[in-house]
């Protein structure tokens, strides 16, 4: 079996991503890059603390971690080809058919070294791809594993997306209140979106206990009141919410991602 980078492989981007020089264009999303960026460091973070053994364990998405963490690398390289694809306009789709299940099967039979070098190359490549478009470039449109058509800015989002809940899903102490509170609201407005686009939203009302307002949601009526931090973490389906404004558990949703 080959890993999944060679060192010289890794040597030529490392060459490529330069000292700090180069910075992200002008009309780069700024924001979303930077949480992408702060992200992955959390997952590092969080994949560091576990032992090699304990990688054979369980995920809180029904994965080991090991298919897990494979599912993060080869994303990265998914997202990349889309990347590439705006830089280059070769159309390169996110997955081939059939690979994006292969990819996860067996990354998660690689040894525990490779499985880590699988996160950090394949983020240092995307980040390479990242920094090296031009402003004309991000409004490339692209097209994702789900069949949207978006400018390849929003590879930034999916990414950030990624990286952070899933290092919550490590199942390692990570938490919904490590997440910056921009990125928390920006992801519960997503999740809301995603809801109304597939008619699947509940009826209740949203009352984050640490921001101003409420959101009534679908018809609105059970009231589900929170950090946000909980709120997020219980509309993007990672667990009950324990206590609502009458006292109850708040049953848990459908994983989002
Ligand atoms: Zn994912």
Known sequence: MTTPYDEAALQELRERQGSGARYDAEEAPKQELGWARSGT???????????????DGPSL???????LIAHVGYNARALTRLTEWAR??????????????????????????????????????????WR??????????????QGRTVPVRET????????????????N????????????????????????????????????????????????????AGAQADLVRWVTGRGALRLDAEGDQVPELPPWL
């Open 41 to 55: 460091a959390y997952f590092l973070r969080k994949l560091r603390e576990l032992t090699d053994d304990e990688l």
């Open 88 to 129: 280059t306009g070769v159309e390169t789709p996110m997955y081939a058919p059939g690979q994006r299940d292969a990819e996860i099967e067996l990354g998660a039979t690689l040894p525990p070294v490779a499985l880590r070098h699988l996160i950090d190359h394949s983020a240092v490549h995307l980040n390479v791809e």
């Open 156 to 171: 930034a989002w999916m990414r950030t997306r990624e990286v952070w809940i899933h290092a919550v899903d490590l199942d």
């Open 132 to 145: 090296d478009l031009t402003d004309e470039q991000w409004d490339h449109e692209v097209v994702t594993a």
């Open 173 to 224: 102490h990570g938490s919904y209140r490590d997440f910056p509170p921009e990125l928390l609201d920006r992801l519960s407005g997503d999740v809301l979106a995603v809801w109304d686009r597939k008619g699947t939203t509940p009826d209740v009302v949203l009352d984050p206990t640490d921001r101003p307002g409420q959101t009534v949601v679908g018809a609105g009526g059970r009231r589900v």
């Open 61 to 67: 998405l029904g994965w080991t971690r090991r298919e």
